[in-house]
Nanobody
């Protein structure tokens, strides 16, 4: 499956932003979808995941209660709604597709190109 992420930008602390990831190729509903992020000088980290049907979702502690992941299997999209953004949320955000409901990067075989989110203080 091919993934294309969009929606990044510059936002002030406390603001909101919505990222979207469009999938093409194989059957989208076969996949667990996830968002990861990588801040400058840091390793890429898990942000959120959602299972194939959208019935289960899971978040990193650092974003829990502020971010929401949801998917539309008819439109082949997975979105990440981000609220109450903090400067430490600044990172390059990646969407990823995998066949296992996992937080671990090696389980995700398809990756989008990344979209930059910058939160100013």
């Amino acid at each position: 499956v091919q993934l294309q992420a969009s929606g990044g930008g510059l936002v002030q602390a406390g603001g909101s932003l919505r990222l979207s990831c469009a999938a093409s190729g194989r059957t989208f509903s076969d996949y667990t979808m996830a968002w990861f992020r990588q801040a400058p000088g840091k390793e890429r980290e898990f942000v959120a995941r959602i299972n194939w049907s959208g019935s289960r979702a899971d978040y990193a502690d650092s974003v829990k209660g502020r971010f929401t992941i949801f998917r539309d299997n008819d439109k082949n999209t997975v979105d990440l709604q981000m609220a109450s953004l903090k400067p430490e949320d600044t990172a390059l955000y990646y969407c990823a597709a995998g066949l296992t409901y996992s937080r671990l990067e090696p389980n995700y075989k398809s990756w989008g190109q990344g979209t930059q989110v910058t939160v100013s203080s």
